[in-house]
């Protein structure tokens, strides 16, 4: 996992699709942008990016 700069969060929220997703045995709210998955904490003050293989049952929202 990378921590990433709220520049980058601002577009994974804008352009990614909504998704939840299991990262490190937890479960995690936030967006898939192409195949990296984009999720913050509760707070939305520390954003990251979980790369394929980091993450796995996604399921994708619908809007």
């Known amino acids: 996992m990378d921590l990433l ?5 601002q577009t994974a929220k804008r ?7 299991t ?8 967006f898939l942008m192409g195949n990296k ?5 509760q707070t939305e003050i520390i954003w990251m ?3 394929p293989g980091e993450f796995r049952e996604l ?5």
Request: glycine fraction near 12%; hydrophobic fraction near 35%.
């Open 49 to 51: 990016e979980a790369g």
């Open 5 to 9: 700069r709220e520049e980058s969060a």
């Open 37 to 41: 998955f984009v999720f913050s904490d």
């Open 59 to 63: 399921r994708l929202w619908r809007k």
């Open 15 to 21: 352009l990614g699709r909504q998704a939840s997703a």
């Open 23 to 30: 990262v490190s045995g937890r479960r995690r709210s936030g």
